[in-house]
């Protein structure tokens, strides 16, 4: 079982938004900055974000995130059959001294 | 270009050992801390291992006394010793670059490791 919680899946139509949650503790996401990765099957999972609602280069605008208290968002617009994939959150976690990951999330574009 | 390869992955029986090497190149090795993440089959991606640039180690408590991670800064390579393995440690490996505490910004396309008689 993961320390972060995350949907196991979520599904919008093309061009619409969806948004995926993160939940945590104190210890994780209370304390510590966010990261959310996108991953294909057989591929190398890609950094979306960083600190929270960093990008970095060459990820679109599309992306975005966001972090209060507890839990963190990451929020996808103008969703693409190309963004299928699943979608990790992550953090440091002070009391186990480790970085943890959500157990991910399936993004179906309908 | 950053690249990461990694290599050694392959079949072993439960208690045996393997060792990973993840070759980097395109940036400056020595000033990165580097990870290992895996990912079992049908499962999330699991943190293992890290090592910061001054070479202070982390593991998860999973590998905790099993696995050892090292690198070589003349070689650009971070390693991943690997003892006593387990079936659920059978998994894809991926060797993973520190951009802060937590967050990888650039990973390898994996190596996998089988744990099975």
């Known amino acids: 079982q993961s320390v972060l919680t995350q949907p196991p899946s979520v599904s919008a139509a093309p061009g619409q938004k969806v948004t995926i949650s993160c939940s945590g503790s104190?210890?994780?996401?209370?304390?510590?900055?966010v990261s959310w990765y996108q991953h294909l099957p057989g591929t190398a999972p890609k950094l979306l974000i960083y600190d929270n609602d960093n990008r970095p280069s060459g990820i679109p605008d599309r992306f975005s995130g966001s972090k209060s208290g507890t839990s963190a968002t990451l929020g996808i617009t103008g969703l693409q059959t190309g963004d299928e994939a699943d979608y990790y959150c992550?953090?440091?976690?002070?009391?186990?001294?480790?970085?943890?990951f959500g157990g991910g999330t399936k993004l179906t574009v309908l | 270009e950053v690249q990461l390869l990694e290599s050694g992955g392959g079949l072993v029986q439960p208690g045996g050992s393997l060792r990973l090497s993840c070759a980097a190149s395109?940036?400056?090795?020595?000033?990165?801390?580097m990870n290992w993440v895996r990912q079992a089959p049908g499962k999330g991606l699991e943190w293992v291992s890290g090592?910061?640039?001054?070479?202070?180690?982390y593991y998860a408590d999973s590998v905790e006394g099993r696995f050892i991670v090292s690198r070589d800064n003349s070689k650009n390579t971070v390693n991943l010793q690997m003892n006593s393995l387990r079936a659920e440690d059978t998994a894809t490996y991926y060797c993973?670059?520190?951009?802060?505490?937590?967050?990888?910004?650039?990973w390898g396309q994996g190596t996998v490791v089988t744990a099975s008689s």
């Open positions: 395109g940036f400056t090795f020595p000033t990165y801390g």
């Open positions: 090592i910061n640039p001054r070479g202070k180690t």
């Open positions: 993973a670059r520190d951009r802060a505490v937590g967050a990888f910004d650039n």
């Open positions: 104190s210890s994780d996401i209370g304390g510590n900055s």
């Open positions: 992550g953090t440091w976690d002070s009391s186990l001294s480790d970085v943890v």
